[in-house]
Nanobody
Framework: QVQLVESGGGLVQAGGSLRLSCAASGRTFSRYAMGWFRQAPGKEREFVAAISLSGSTTKYADSVKGRFTISRDNAKNTVYLQMNSLKPEDTAVYSC????????????????WGQGTQVTVSS
């Protein structure tokens, strides 16, 4: 069982930056690939970024490539999402998730989910 708690969301102007954190409980964090997803009002949840167990491999949605960076610290049981050059269309609830099947961009493959943190980008 893995419990995930996100933090770091908020209101930021377009062009600004935020860093999201996702703290995981339990001793098995390093056994899971981790991902970030987001869901805007009236839209389906979409993949943002994922990182492998060791952190050596990452994957990004085209919409955030070059602006967002995912990283993890297995000693702290935490995964991060650094978001730069934010745009109003990045506004959404961002959730982290843990996947036992490896690096994945499909939400149904993830085993555990956090509650999410709101990110609002004003124009």
């Amino acid at each position: 069982q893995v419990q995930l708690v996100e933090s770091g969301g908020g209101l930021v102007q377009a062009g600004g930056s935020l860093r999201l954190s996702c703290a995981a409980s339990g001793r098995t964090f390093s056994r899971y690939a981790m991902g970030w997803f987001r869901q805007a009002p009236g839209k389906e949840r979409e993949f943002v970024a994922a990182i492998s167990l060791s952190g050596s491999t990452t994957k990004y949605a085209d919409s955030v490539k070059g602006r967002f960076t995912i990283s993890r610290d297995n000693a702290k049981n935490t995964v991060y999402l650094q978001m730069n050059s934010l745009k109003p269309e990045d506004t959404a609830v961002y959730s982290c998730a843990a996947c036992s099947a490896g690096l994945a961009a499909v939400g149904v493959l993830y085993n555990y989910w956090g509650q999410g943190t709101q990110v609002t980008v004003s124009s």
